[in-house]
């Protein structure tokens, strides 16, 4: 059982950063790409960023609404992953998650809290 703990979430004005972190149970060498997802209020749930496994070149890649703004990153000798988000936009607010597939399986986080003030 694959467990996903996400922090470092917060409430930050516009033009700020923060830094998510998504701390994983296991080796995070074994897993297959690791994502981020976020959820606003009454909205769907949306795929933010991605990083490919290790044995894949570990490539990013990103929705348009966040490129050139967030950078997603993995430290396998820390079993996480991060989430670098710069210049951010009240758009931005949302609960964000982490997701990652191992064994035919999806495991997910419980959720981080950014609220971006304008």
């Known amino acids: 059982q694959v467990q996903l703990v996400e922090s470092g979430g917060g409430l930050v004005q516009a033009g700020g950063s923060l830094t998510l972190s998504c701390a994983a149970s296991?080796?995070?060498?074994?897993?297959?790409?690791l994502h981020w997802y976020r959820q606003a209020p009454g909205q769907r749930r949306e795929w933010v960023a991605r990083?490919?496994?290790?044995?894949?070149?570990?490539?990013?890649t990103y929705v348009d609404s966040v490129k050139g703004r967030f950078t997603i990153s993995r430290d396998n000798a820390k079993n996480t992953v991060y989430l670098h988000m710069n210049n951010l936009k009240p758009e931005d607010t949302a609960v964000y998650y982490c997701?990652?597939?191992?064994?035919?399986?999806?495991?997910w986080g419980q959720g981080t809290q950014v609220t971006v003030s304008s």
């Open positions: 296991q080796n995070i060498f074994d897993f297959n790409a």
């Open positions: 990083v490919s496994s290790v044995f894949d070149g570990g490539v990013s």
């Open positions: 997701k990652t597939e191992y064994q035919y399986r999806d495991y």
